[in-house]
């Protein structure tokens, strides 16, 4: 193969064999594609990662305003106007880890649990009994801050 120049009409004789730095150049190249595809994968695997915390951090951010303005009206209205913030707060019915007792008091996806935790505070008592309804309503309490500190520890709930 021969080649010529446009001022010189010398034919330049080019040695079309490959040596060792077209394989290196071959070679370099394919390992940075692999390297881009590499970073590629990577990064929308970060994404998607951070989009979950994202997820996860609002959920936590909205349980925990609703928990805080439940404990609050419950030292204002006691068990009345929280069904809203029960209701709100609950996702699976099926699950009584949080609070049971006051499912089953304001009656909102109430379960067996809360029930059962009901029953043992109000005994043979009238529910409407003073009494009956503080011990119910320091036992709530408790549920809440309980429902507070696993949210605040990490634990799903």
């Known amino acids: 193969m021969t080649l010529t120049l ?40 970060q994404s998607a990662a951070a989009k979950r915390d994202l997820i996860r951090e609002r959920r936590l951010e909205f349980e925990l305003g609703l928990l805080a303005q439940l404990r609050h009206q419950m030292s204002i209205t006691r068990f009345g106007h929280i069904s809203g913030y029960v209701g709100a707060l609950v996702r699976d019915s099926a699950n009584e880890t949080d609070l049971p007792l006051i499912r089953a008091v304001v009656g909102i996806k109430a ?28 036992r709530g309490y408790k549920e ?7 949210r605040l520890d990490g634990d799903k709930a």
């Open 6 to 45: 446009c001022l010189r009409h010398v034919p330049i004789p080019v040695d079309p064999t490959n040596d060792w730095v077209d394989f290196l150049g071959a070679f370099s190249g394919v390992i940075g594609a692999l390297l881009a595809a590499a970073a590629i994968w990577y990064a929308f695997r």
């Open 111 to 138: 379960g067996p649990k809360g029930a059962a935790i009901k029953a043992d505070i109000v005994g043979d008592e009238p529910a409407i009994a003073s009494e009956v309804q503080e011990r119910l309503l320091a």
């Open 144 to 150: 809440v801050d309980e429902a507070i500190q696993r």
